[in-house]
């Protein structure tokens, strides 16, 4: 694979992303003034169930499709017949998790919710080979187009019902259109046939690659969404509503600069499996550009948490704005760390994925669990914030010492001045007042603050020029 084609699947990846990206974010800005935040917080529950599930939906087999160019149609169709029954399981599952949420969560909202959303694990389940088909093939600007539409569309549905008061159905009408909306344009594109199949056959087909892909999947997802669970029990419906939209902002400057070049790197990255130097040439390079963009990303979202929260969603949020705070001291080590994963599957060592895995889960369980014991949400989201920073340092040790052959400490000489710049900020910034008390006025200053701070730091340190080469980083040399 040439690096040109890189280049050109990232800008189609870019397009779907920011595409998807800010269709979702003005119709999540206009739902957030339609919808209670209790709400959004059985709708998180709902979300991490469907997650959950979507991980028995995939299993691999979209991994094992991109991984394996060369794989037959037969055993494409076998693998799409194995998940379609695999969906039709995880439909009825579905239904049956119901039990158990409203036990837990004391509100039988979740028998109904339950079972309007089983047929979406069924088509996520579906469309898995499918969408692999695709990536597989660097189809990238169909699939770009694919995600905004359907963004669209299902977006607009939704925000029709929320006007008329349909409420936490509004949001769970927007995922099943979604999902059906998907199958059917994937069907169109790649119309697989249901064969038969042996068990057998297609666990050899996912073989050892897949299987650590798969319990490092398990442990990533409980590792991401168990402080979304354990809220919504020990804190309720509303608290975890200012959570998840928290979280959500958190997430964002992350998905922006690092989903557009993790989403295609993965079928590329395998080419220099065998040339540890040249990856991590390459791999330095990325972390690089990231790590300059995740530290004015950290500063803004930082310093202007509230009037963000406020300014996007509106004053009844605005208690979220200090979960936002907590969360962001760990932007630029998150950003840094995505993209780690398509190095790891690139080199095939799914089982150091695994073990970062454990370890990853390990210190997540021990951040939520010391909020939870202190009754407070703020503590809880404060040491998941410093539980990413820990993992962003576990994870490359694993990743360069150990799997490369790299030192880690010629990584982190090259990267920590940045982080070391950001932290101080936000240190100092807590000494700064509220003195504008209108939000929108408020962020557009402290964003010049953060932008005036940011320019003079990479003026003394020389780094203007190379941030404008690093933009460059995946064009032929």
Request: net charge positive; aromatic share 14%; hydrophobic share 55%.
């Amino acid at each position: 694979m040439s690096e040109i084609s890189i280049k050109q699947a990232t800008i189609y990846n870019a397009m779907s992303k920011y595409g998807t990206m800010i269709v979702q974010l003005g119709l999540t800005m206009v739902l957030s003034r339609l919808i209670l935040p209790e709400a959004f917080g059985v709708i998180a529950i709902i979300t991490v169930v469907l997650g959950f599930l979507n991980l028995f939906a995939d299993m691999g087999l979209g991994i094992s499709v991109i991984q394996h160019p060369d794989m037959s149609k037969d055993d494409i169709n076998k693998l799409f017949t194995f998940s379609f029954v695999v969906g039709l399981l995880l439909a009825v599952f579905t239904v049956a998790l119901s039990v158990p949420l409203v036990s837990f969560y004391e509100d039988e909202v979740y028998y109904r919710l339950c079972a309007l959303v089983a047929p979406v694990s069924f088509f996520n389940a579906v469309n898995v080979v499918p969408n692999a088909i695709l990536t597989r093939d660097k189809r990238f600007k169909t699939i770009a187009l694919r995600s905004i539409i359907c963004a669209v569309v299902s977006g607009i549905v939704a925000v029709a019902l929320a006007y008329i008061g349909w409420g936490v159905y509004a949001l769970i009408m927007q995922s099943i259109i979604s999902a059906l909306f998907l199958f059917f344009w994937n069907y169109s594109l790649s119309p697989l046939k249901l064969i038969g199949f042996k068990t057998k056959n297609v666990l050899s087909l996912l073989g050892r690659y897949s299987l650590f892909q798969i319990l490092f999947n398990f442990l990533n997802y409980f590792t991401r969404n168990l402080d979304h669970l354990l809220i919504g029990k020990y804190f309720g419906s509303a608290s975890l509503g200012y959570y998840n939209k928290s979280y959500s902002l958190y997430l964002y400057p992350n998905s922006i600069f690092t989903s557009v070049i993790t989403g295609v790197l993965h079928p590329f990255i395998r080419d220099y499996k065998n040339d540890y130097e040249r990856m991590y040439e390459k791999y330095l390079q990325i972390e690089k550009f990231l790590s300059l963009i995740g530290i004015i990303t950290m500063m803004v979202t930082f310093f202007c948490a509230t009037e963000i929260v406020v300014v996007m969603f509106g004053k009844n949020w605005e208690p979220a704005g200090i979960y936002l705070k907590c969360l962001s001291i760990c932007m630029w080590s998150q950003m840094i760390s995505a993209v780690s994963g398509s190095v790891f599957l690139g080199l095939e060592r799914t089982d150091q994925i695994f073990k970062c895995g454990l370890i990853n889960l390990a210190l997540l369980i021990a951040s939520i669990f010391i909020g939870v014991f202190n009754n407070s949400l703020t503590l809880l989201a404060l040491c998941v914030g410093v539980s990413y920073n820990l993992i962003f340092l576990i994870t490359n040790y694993i990743l360069l010492n150990k799997t490369m052959q790299i030192s880690v400490v010629k990584f982190l000489r090259v990267l920590l001045p940045d982080a070391l710049f950001a932290f101080t900020f936000c240190g100092v910034s807590l000494l700064v007042p509220s003195f504008i008390e209108i939000s929108i006025l408020s962020l557009i200053v402290k964003v010049a603050i953060c932008i005036v701070a940011y320019v003079i730091y990479l003026s003394l340190t020389g780094q203007i020029r190379s941030l404008i080469n690093l933009f460059g980083l995946v064009k032929k040399k």
